[in-house]
């Protein structure tokens, strides 16, 4: 199995060099500095400093801000499935 995973991984790569060429193997690529750059700007903006809680008021304060994310998650992928609303069940055809 290793042996043909080998041979797979080599022939992907070849192939991929026939399709797209030799992307990526120029030693200086000037948009690399740019990029880069870029990606630290993202970083900073993308991060989550105050939600609203069921009262909306606003918090700010770090560990509350990690505590209702994860009840969030928790309650959102909960073992028990919960019935979001009542649909009749003539809304869905049937499978006999």
């Known amino acids: 199995m290793g042996e043909s995973l080998h041979y797979f991984?080599?022939?992907i790569k070849d192939w991929?060099?026939?399709?797209?060429g030799h992307i990526?193997?120029?030693k200086r690529d000037r948009n690399t500095k740019f990029f880069h750059s870029r990606m630290i700007q993202r970083r900073k903006h993308n991060q989550i400093s105050a939600l609203k809680n069921e009262r909306g008021e606003w918090i700010y304060d770090?560990?509350?801000l990690q505590s209702?994310?994860?009840k969030f998650?928790?309650?959102?992928?909960?073992e028990q499935p919960k019935q979001l609303m009542d649909?009749?069940?003539s809304y869905f055809s049937n499978l006999d």
């Open 87 to 89: 649909l009749p069940i």
């Open 9 to 11: 991984t080599l022939n």
């Open 62 to 64: 770090e560990e509350e």
């Open 24 to 26: 990526g193997i120029c």
């Open 16 to 20: 991929n060099k026939s399709v797209y």
């Open 68 to 70: 209702k994310a994860s």
């Open 73 to 78: 998650f928790q309650k959102l992928y909960d």
